[in-house]
């Protein structure tokens, strides 16, 4: 059975304590792996496609690199306006996405 | 705004009755997606559009709940009978048939009392 699982389900840093989130993939004919950001009642923010293990992306703070089985989502240097609730999802050949239950990050300054 | 647009944002109704929700997703993707919250969890998959065609729905999707997306463009999530366990947020999501990913709205917060 498919399964998206990431961990750890929260994290607290200190300002400046860089780390990394994870989710791990079980999925039969992956098409890509997304990462989100949601802050409360609102809805995911798109931040990043990988498509191949291998591929990594950046942007400001946050990389994310993939492997066959993994994805990680680093964090340098964050900040507290980094804190929320990062997602993973995965999407098939038949092109539906499934979501990790998520990692709610926060940042303490 | 060229965003998602989900609509209400905000919606009390009493166990039993019906509610329905529409969903505009950014004009020129073809996908679009509902998925359904609850606190703490990350979103379950309800159902998927590509254009018209409802290609996959979910065994979450019982029969009480039905989606349609009329020529392509917005859909509509209908919940008929409503369950307290039906509280959650409903998010849509759109995308492009080659597009990095899929763009949500910013859901509706359904409370069945």
């Known amino acids: 059975e498919d399964q998206v699982t990431q961990s750890p389900e929260a994290l607290r840093l200190q300002e400046g304590e860089s780390s990394s989130l994870n989710c791990s993939y079980t999925?039969?004919?992956?098409?890509?792996l997304f990462w989100y950001r949601q802050d409360p009642g609102k809805g995911p923010e798109f931040l990043f496609t990988?498509?191949?293990a291998g591929e990594e992306k950046e942007k400001e703070r946050l990389k994310a690199t993939l492997t066959k089985k993994e994805s990680f989502l680093h964090i340098t240097a964050p900040k507290p306006e980094d804190s929320a609730t990062y997602l993973c999802?995965?999407?098939?050949?038949?092109?539906?996405?499934?979501f990790g239950a998520g990692t709610r990050l926060t940042v303490k300054p | 705004d060229t965003g998602v647009s989900q609509d209400p944002r905000h919606k009390i109704t009493k166990r039993g009755q019906n509610v329905t929700f529409r969903c505009d997703p950014i004009s020129e993707h073809n996908r679009l997606y509902w998925y359904r919250q609850t606190l703490g969890q990350g979103p379950e998959f309800l159902t998927y559009?590509?254009?018209?065609?409802?290609?996959?729905k979910s065994r979450l999707l019982s029969d009480r709940f039905s989606a349609e997306r009329p020529k392509g463009s917005f859909s509509t999530l209908e919940i008929q009978r409503t369950e307290q366990g039906d509280s959650a947020m409903y998010l849509c999501a759109s995308s492009s048939l080659d597009g990095p990913g899929a763009f949500f709205g910013q859901g509706t917060r359904l409370t069945v009392v």
């Open positions: 999925v039969s004919g992956l098409r890509g």
């Open positions: 990988l498509y191949s």
């Open positions: 999802a995965v999407q098939k050949r038949n092109n539906d996405m499934r």
């Open positions: 559009f590509q254009n018209e065609a409802q290609l996959e």
